[in-house]
């Protein structure tokens, strides 16, 4: 494999499970707060983070490519109210969509067409990623202002319930 695209690869794994890490915050965050369906909906988000940095690392594996672990950084969000970590999730993912993007165009540039396919699958999953943390911020919008529309949706993210990537290596 390319060097660079296997470094970018394996510095990937890394930047997954810091959104893992950014994720529980934000769940020990609603936790905090009593609110059981955020916490909820923040832990699934966390666990789908662990099953995109074990792909990566599955994949590279595969590969016979050396994996290097490094430290996972400290979720570094201050989150003052209720909405913080959804326009901070929402941010986030933005970026993650710029790294899947940017691994994708370095092995574009190598006719690396078997990363391609992996990464595929990934830029989806970003459009997904995208979309339901723009959708909280909607929902958060129209009914966080409301004690019962906090209580209601708080029910519906409390009904989330992690399910395995559709992705198998
Ligand atoms: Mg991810």
Do not use: C
């Amino acid at each position: 494999m390319d060097k660079k695209v296997a470094a970018l690869l394996n510095d990937q794994i890394n930047k997954e499970f810091y959104s893992a890490y950014l994720y529980l915050d934000f769940a020990n965050y609603y936790a905090a707060a009593g609110l059981d369906g955020f916490e909820n909906w923040y832990r699934v988000q966390a666990q789908e983070e662990r099953d995109h940095a074990m792909l990566f690392y599955q994949y590279l594996q595969n590969n016979d490519e050396k994996v290097t672990l490094e430290a996972i950084a400290k979720p570094d969000q201050v989150l003052t109210d209720h909405m913080a970590p959804l326009r901070a999730g929402l941010k986030h993912e933005k970026y993650v969509t710029s790294l899947i993007d940017a691994i994708y165009a370095a092995a574009f540039e190598v006719h690396d067409f078997r990363t391609m396919q992996l990464l595929d699958w990934f830029v989806k999953e970003q459009g997904e990623e995208e979309k339901n943390a723009s959708d909280l911020i909607t929902k958060m919008e129209l009914y966080g202002s409301d004690a019962k529309g906090l209580y209601m949706l708080n029910s519906e993210l409390g009904a989330r319930v992690y399910s395995a990537p559709s992705l198998v290596l």
